[in-house]
């Protein structure tokens, strides 16, 4: 017994199992635990995804936008690239294809951040070139148009 230390009965309580007997009672009965809606996106209404700017204070101002930008930038995964960066900045918003071969982009959120967004859906990835891009601000409306209003979706051809 030299050298071993002597487990108390008290050191099984205090590392949990893997799975409780109450979970894998609910597993077994097919009942699940549900999160709010709220709570299953990022929205500016939901209590629980709050914003906070450098000094820990919430963001109230949003900004929505829209951007069309021109060249070859369809079938280059710009939409991808608008769309990882959307969700890389946590904004809500859509972007789509449009007839005319250009693209199509709104986003909603802090007004510094989609600041950060516009300089990079000018740049484009590197597959794509943009040749010229129009900014103009936007309204709920236009966010619900394209079924933006809860986080950031690639929606169809215009």
């Known amino acids: 017994m ?13 590392t949990p199992p893997f799975m409780s007997r109450r979970k894998r009672s609910e597993r077994a009965s097919g009942i699940q635990q549900r999160r709010p809606k709220c709570c299953t996106h990022i929205s500016s209404k939901c209590p629980s ?16 936008v829209r951007i069309v930008v021109e060249g070859t930038v369809q079938g280059v995964g710009y939409r991808v ?24 982009t709104l986003v909603a959120g802090p007004s510094a951040v989609v600041e950060q967004f516009l300089i990079a859906a000018r ?11 129009r900014i103009e601000e936007a309204d709920e409306a236009a966010l619900r148009e394209g079924g933006g209003e809860h986080g950031f979706v690639v929606a169809g051809e215009d």
């Open 49 to 64: 995804s709050v914003r906070l700017d450098e000094q820990n204070m919430p963001i109230t101002q949003t900004r929505i």
């Open 123 to 133: 740049r484009g990835p590197r597959t794509a070139a943009v040749a010229s891009h």
């Open 2 to 14: 030299e050298g071993r230390i002597p487990r108390s009965p008290s050191f099984r309580l205090i």
């Open 81 to 104: 690239f608008v769309s990882r960066e959307a969700g890389r900045l946590q904004l809500d918003g859509w972007v789509r294809n449009r007839r005319d071969g250009s693209v199509e």
